[in-house]
């Protein structure tokens, strides 16, 4: 069955420094991979996509990469602030006619501290 | 520019009592739209998605239900509400092949 891990549920950092935060998957290929921001009580924001032709995916501190050989995705937030902490969720989305349907990870807490 | 409109936002409902979540999109035409249930600490499962007026697909079968009588508008029920149906519901909308757009969601405690 269609697998996507999201390694680690927590990840404390220092700020300043880059977090960094893995999707695997499995019994799976995506045309898109997508990595959305959930604050606490709230519903998740839409940060980055990347396609399956593409490698990386740049956006201000934020950077994410697509290994489709592998099937991982990397996301990274350079110089991170206490204001990245949040849940931040991988999801797929095996294009065609799978009306944008996504599959989401169990998402990875991020807290920066000060 | 495009909003989307979950409500209530909080709801306490007894077991067995009946349930009905709104959704309503503004700005877009034709969205696809999405119902998701979060339990506690978890990722997000999807649970109905439409791709026009009157058109639900499911995607685990369970005691709810999803209509969309207008083109914009996207209701989550149930006639009778279990224990296990407690959860955190957002409703998300997007266009073909583009990003999802979420609500603020509903939390949902039944007793």
């Known amino acids: 069955s269609q697998k996507i891990e999201q390694n680690s549920e927590a990840l404390n950092i220092q700020e300043g420094k880059t977090a960094t935060l893995t999707c695997n998957y499995t019994?799976?290929?995506?045309?898109?991979l997508q990595w959305y921001r959930q604050d606490p009580g709230r519903g998740p924001v839409f940060l980055l996509l990347?396609?399956?032709?593409?490698k990386e995916k740049r956006k201000e501190r934020l950077k994410v990469t697509f290994d489709t050989t592998l099937k991982q995705s990397l996301f990274h937030i350079t110089a991170s602030q206490p204001a990245d902490s949040a849940t931040y969720l991988c999801?797929?989305?095996?294009?065609?006619?799978?009306?944008?349907?996504?599959?989401f990870g169990q998402g990875t807490i991020l807290t920066v501290h000060p | 520019s495009q909003t989307i409109h979950q409500w209530p936002a909080t709801l306490v409902q007894p077991v067995g009592s009946p349930l009905s979540l709104e959704c309503t999109v503004e700005?877009?035409?034709?969205?696809?739209l999405y119902w998701y249930r979060q339990a506690a600490g978890r990722g997000l499962q999807l649970l109905f998605y439409?791709?026009?007026?009157?058109?639900i697909s499911s995607e685990v079968p369970q005691n709810l239900s999803a209509s969309r009588p207008q083109d914009r508008q996207f209701i989550l029920s149930s006639k009778k509400l279990l224990l296990s149906d407690s959860g955190f519901y957002l409703c998300?909308?997007?266009?073909?092949?583009?990003?999802?757009?979420f609500g603020d969601g509903t939390r949902l405690s039944i007793l």
């Open positions: 990347i396609r399956e032709n593409e």
């Open positions: 999801a797929l989305d095996a294009g065609g006619t799978s009306y944008g349907k996504l599959t």
């Open positions: 019994n799976y290929s995506p045309a898109y």
């Open positions: 700005g877009t035409s034709n969205p696809n």
């Open positions: 998300a909308w997007s266009a073909s092949n583009q990003p999802q757009h």
């Open positions: 439409s791709v026009g007026i009157g058109q």
